[in-house]
């Protein structure tokens, strides 16, 4: 049995889509980020981060979208959501994930989390006004050069895909119109035709 502490609404949606397209045997714990639940000793406990997601394993705990991701690929290679026979192919995978975390994601913290680096108003509103060029700029460079289609590496669906579909599913809130990135917009909208996107979906709603 595998553990998720997820946030609705947080990047952790990718980790809960792969574990559904895995077969995986899982429970799925919420933290209210409005109740600050992330930062109460009981949960800094379990992620002393206090971030999400989180996932707990018969070996311990695990943070870090990508590494979650690739840990639930490997977990389960029946189910084929990465490959795990090729090297250089999984380090592209590890590549565009990697990418998500550390360009894109940090772009969407900026304009809503600006006080992680800085302290002064003037500052953190300057970080608010250029995030929805720095998301649109990323954006544009999976549009045009990594989504290779119809799914991110190709024609075979991967743990990179369900990382994709949360951070797109970011981008009107983030000020970004998704018409502008026709190739991301098929694919979210794809993506929310699986079962497995919808029943994350349905769970974290719930």
């Not at 714990?29 to 002393?48: G, I, S």
């Not at 990697?98 to 302290?119: E, K, M, N, P, Q």
Request: net charge negative.
């Amino acid at each position: 049995m595998l553990t998720l502490y997820y946030a609705a609404g947080s990047c952790a949606l990718a980790t809960h889509i792969a574990l559904i397209d895995a077969g995986a045997d899982y429970e799925a714990k919420p933290v209210d980020f409005a109740a600050n639940q992330q930062r109460t000793p009981e949960y800094l406990a379990v992620n002393p981060k206090g971030r999400v997601p989180a996932l707990v394993t018969p070996r311990g705990i695990l943070t870090e979208s990508p590494a979650l991701l690739a840990y639930v690929a490997q977990s389960f290679p029946a189910a084929k959501l990465a490959p795990l026979d090729d090297a250089h192919a999984f380090a592209e995978v590890q590549a565009f994930n990697s990418y998500i975390a550390t360009t894109v994601h940090v772009a969407h913290a900026h304009g809503r989390r600006g006080y992680r680096w800085a302290d002064e108003p003037e500052a953190i509103a300057a970080m608010k006004r250029k995030a929805p060029q720095v998301m649109a700029d990323s954006f544009a460079l999976i549009e045009d050069g990594m989504l290779r289609g119809p799914w991110v590496m190709g024609e075979r669906y991967s743990i990179c895909d369900p990382y994709l579909f949360t951070m797109a599913s970011w981008l009107e809130a983030d000020g970004v119109d998704p018409a502008r990135f026709p190739k991301i917009l098929d694919h979210r909208n794809r993506m929310m035709e699986r079962p497995a996107a919808r029943q994350a979906l349905a769970e974290q709603a719930a």
